[in-house]
C-alpha cells in the first residue's frame, strides 16, 4: 500500500469513526474494515510515526461477533467479517443448507447470458458448502425438444457445473394440477374466457374481467372444460386472484395455466393445458427446498408477484436474489431471435461459431477457463452493463497463447515463390519445437528447399537488394523482383545470408517450402451478427442484420497441420490464432481453420 494512501486513510479515522457506528454507508464500512484489516500492520507503523496516539481513534475494525443461536451453540451462519471482502454475499445463507437451481427452458442452446446464471449458482453452492439442482422448466411444449434437454445437459457439463440432480418442472405437472384446483376453491383463481388482447389491455388499464365474479363452482366446471381441452375449455385460461389496482401490473391477476393441445416432448398428449412459469416457478422452487432463487434483475417487478403466489399457495418462502442480466456488444441473446437465424439458414446451426451459444463460442475457440474467469470477474453486479467481446477474448488469448503450437501458412491467391540460389539442391529436414517457449506442445519437422513460398502482401513490401530474415532458417538478400505485365509480382530471386543478424532486417517472413507436402487449408473469419453495439426498446433486429458475416481464404499451410485434431488451437505466425474445425482427410479436402479473435479489434471482416 503506497505511503501516500495510508497518510490519507489515517488522516480520515477520526471523520471515519463516527461514520462506521452508522447505517448509511454500509458498502462505504465494509471498504473501511477490509482496508484496516488487510494492512493494519502497516496502519499502526505509520500512524505511530506521522499522526501520533492522540489521532488514532479506536480499533478500526470492528471484531467479528460470533453469532450464537437459541441454545447458546455457534451459528452456521457465514461470518462476513473474516473473509476477504471481494467474496458476494447470500443474504440469509446458512453453512451446508444452501439448496439452488439452475432451471433453463428447453427451447434452444445454453448461451452466454445463461453461463452467468448458472455459475453464479454453483459459485454460491460450493461457497456455502451448498448444492444446486439443474431442473428444466418445460412447461411450454411448442418451443421445447428433446434435442434441447440433451445439449442444455451437455453444456452444463461442458461449464464445469457439478449439479446434484436432474428435474423437470413437468414432474411436477399433477401437484401443480392439484394446488391450481384449490386455489380455485379457496377463492384465490380464476377460469378467464377473455379474448388475450383485451386481457392485455385491461391488465395495463386495472380493469377487472367480466369474470372475476364468477362463483367457485363456475370456475371449477369451465376448468374441468380446460382439463378436457373441449372447444369451450380451449378459450379459456386459469388467473390469479391477485389485484387489479396493483401500480406493479404483474399483480394484476397473472395467468396461471393456458390450454395447448401440442404434445409435450417428455410425457406426450396427456395434458390438454401446461402452467406458466409464473405460476410452476414458485411452487416447484419450495416443493424442491431451494432455499435462494438466483434470477436476474430484469425480472426485478415480477419478485413480489412471486412472493405473493407462493403467499396464496401456503408455501414456504424461497429467497429471490438478484444479478445484473449479461448484454454483449453486437449479440442478441433472445431465444426466439437466435431461433430466426437458424430456421433461415442464417448460420449452420445452434453451434455456429457466430453464436453466443456455449457450443458456438467454444467451437470459435474459446477456452471454458476464460469463460468462467470472465463472468466470476463480474461478480453478482445488479448493474447493468454491455460488455465488449474484446475483454473475453484478451483473457482467452491469455490461457491459450503460452501453450498452443505455432505453425505456417501462407495465402493461396497470388502467393509469391521466391527463388534461393545458392539454397539446397537436395531438401533436407529439420525438427524444430512447435512452441519455442512451451517443450508440451511437441516439435515439429519443417523442410528447406531452394524454392519457397511466401504471402504476396509480404513481396509487396520488399525492395530490390533488400536484407530480409526467413523465421526459422537465417536472412537472405533478394537480388530480383519479376513482375507480370500488369505490375504484379510473380516471382523473388535471391541468396541466402544465414550469417547476417536477424536484428538488423525490417521483415521477418514466414514461408513454406516448395514441395507436394503442403497441406490445402481454408481459413475462416466471422463477423457480428448484428450491425449494432445494442438494439433499442422496439427496434426490429431484422432491421440490423449483418449482411456478410462470414469469409473464406484459401492458403497452404505446412505438412504438420495433417496431423491436427478436431477442436485444437494454434497459431499461424504472423496470421493468429485458430481452431481446428474440420481435420485433414484426404489432400483435395482442406483443413478447415475457424480464426479466433485476439481482443484487439471489433470486426474481423475487412
Known amino acids: 500500500m503506497h505511503i501516500t494512501n495510508v497518510l490519507c486513510f489515517v488522516g480520515a479515522i477520526q471523520r471515519w469513526e463516527s461514520l462506521r457506528k452508522s447505517s448509511k454507508y454500509p458498502n462505504l464500512v465494509r471498504w473501511y474494515n477490509s482496508v484496516s484489516a488487510e494492512y493494519s500492520d502497516a496502519l499502526n507503523e505509520v500512524t505511530a510515526l506521522y499522526v501520533g496516539k492522540k489521532g488514532l481513534g479506536k480499533q478500526l475494525a470492528a471484531k467479528p461477533k460470533e453469532q450464537k443461536s437459541a441454545d447458546g451453540n455457534s451459528s452456521d451462519k457465514v461470518n462476513l467479517g473474516s473473509r476477504p471482502s471481494s467474496e458476494i454475499d447470500l443474504p440469509y445463507a446458512e453453512l451446508r443448507k444452501v439448496r439452488l437451481r439452475f432451471a433453463p427452458e428447453p427451447s434452444g442452446y445454453l448461451h452466454i447470458g445463461h453461463s452467468k446464471a448458472a455459475l453464479l449458482n454453483q459459485y454460491f453452492a460450493q461457497r456455502y458448502q451448498g448444492e444446486v439442482i439443474l431442473r428444466f422448466d418445460d412447461t411450454n411444449p ?13 453444456d452444463v457439463e461442458t461449464l464445469g457445473i457439478k449439479y446434484q440432480k436432474i428435474t423437470y418442472t413437468s414432474d411436477y405437472f399433477p401437484k401443480l394440477m392439484d394446488m391450481a384446483e384449490k386455489l380455485i376453491k379457496e377463492g384465490k383463481a380464476y377460469v378467464d374466457d377473455t379474448p388475450r388482447e383485451q386481457m392485455q389491455k385491461e391488465r395495463m388499464d386495472g380493469i377487472e374481467s367480466k369474470c372475476r365474479s364468477n362463483s367457485v363452482e363456475e370456475n371449477l366446471k369451465l376448468w374441468k372444460e380446460m382439463i378436457a381441452g373441449s372447444e369451450r375449455g380451449l378459450q379459456c385460461c386459469l388467473r390469479g386472484k391477485l389485484d387489479m389496482q396493483d401500480p406493479n401490473k404483474s399483480l394484476r391477476d397473472p395467468v396461471y395455466y393456458r390450454c395447448n393441445p401440442v404434445p409435450h416432448h417428455r410425457i406426450g398428449a396427456k395434458y390438454k393445458l401446461y402452467p406458466t412459469y409464473d405460476f410452476a416457478c414458485p411452487f416447484v422452487d419450495a416443493e424442491e427446498g431451494i432455499t435462494h432463487a438466483l434470477r436476474s434483475s430484469e425480472y426485478h417487478d415480477r419478485n413480489a408477484q412471486y412472493y405473493r403466489i407462493q403467499e396464496d399457495m401456503g408455501m414456504r418462502k424461497v429467497h429471490i436474489y438478484e444479478f445484473s442480466r449479461l448484454n454483449m456488444v453486437y449479440t442478441l441473446l433472445s431465444k426466439r431471435k437466435l431461433l430466426w437465424f437458424v430456421q433461415n439458414g442464417k448460420v449452420d446451426g445452434w453451434d455456429d461459431p457466430r453464436f453466443p451459444t456455449v457450443q458456438g463460442i467454444v467451437r470459435r475457440g474459446l477456452k471454458i477457463e476464460a ?129 547476417g543478424s536477424v536484428k538488423t532486417t525490417k521483415l521477418k517472413l514466414t514461408w513454406l517450402a516448395e514441395t507436394s507436402e503442403l497441406v490445402n487449408l481454408s481459413l475462416v473469419e466471422f463477423d457480428y451478427l448484428i450491425t449494432k453495439k445494442k438494439l433499442e426498446e422496439g427496434e426490429d433486429f431484422l432491421d440490423a442484420v449483418n449482411p456478410c458475416t462470414k469469409k473464406e481464404t484459401a492458403a497452404i499451410g505446412d505438412s504438420n497441420i495433417r496431423n491436427l485434431k478436431q477442436g485444437e488451437i494454434l497459431q499461424l505466425e504472423r496470421k493468429g490464432y485458430f481452431r481446428c474445425d474440420v481435420p485433414f482427410v484426404r489432400p483435395s479436402k482442406p483443413v478447415v481453420l475457424i480464426a479466433i479473435p485476439d481482443g484487439r479489434q471489433q470486426s474481423m471482416l475487412k
Not at 142 to 154: G, H, R
Open 142 to 154: 411448442t418451443k421445447e425438444s428433446n434435442e434441447f434437454v440433451e445439449n442444455l445437459i451437455k
Open 371 to 499: 469463460l468462467i474467469q470472465f463472468i466470476l470477474e463480474q461478480g453478482a453486479s445488479k448493474n447493468l452493463n454491455l460488455m465488449e467481446w474484446d475483454k473475453l477474448w484478451t483473457i482467452n488469448k491469455k490461457i491459450i497463447d503460452p501453450v498452443c503450437p505455432r505453425h505456417t501458412a501462407v495465402i493461396e491467391e497470388r502467393k509469391v515463390l521466391l527463388t534461393l540460389t545458392d539454397g539446397p539442391d537436395e531438401p533436407f529436414v529439420r525438427i524444430i519445437p512447435r512452441h519455442k517457449k512451451y517443450d508440451g506442445a511437441g516439435e515439429k519437422a519443417t523442410t528447406f528447399t531452394k524454392r519457397i513460398w511466401i504471402d504476396y502482401a509480404d513481396a509487396e513490401y520488399i525492395s530490390v537488394n533488400e536484407e530480409v530474415t526467413l523465421m526459422d532458417w537465417g536472412n537472405a538478400i533478394v537480388k530480383e523482383i519479376i513482375k507480370d505485365q500488369d505490375g504484379n509480382i510473380t516471382q523473388l530471386v535471391g541468396v541466402l545470408h544465414l550469417q
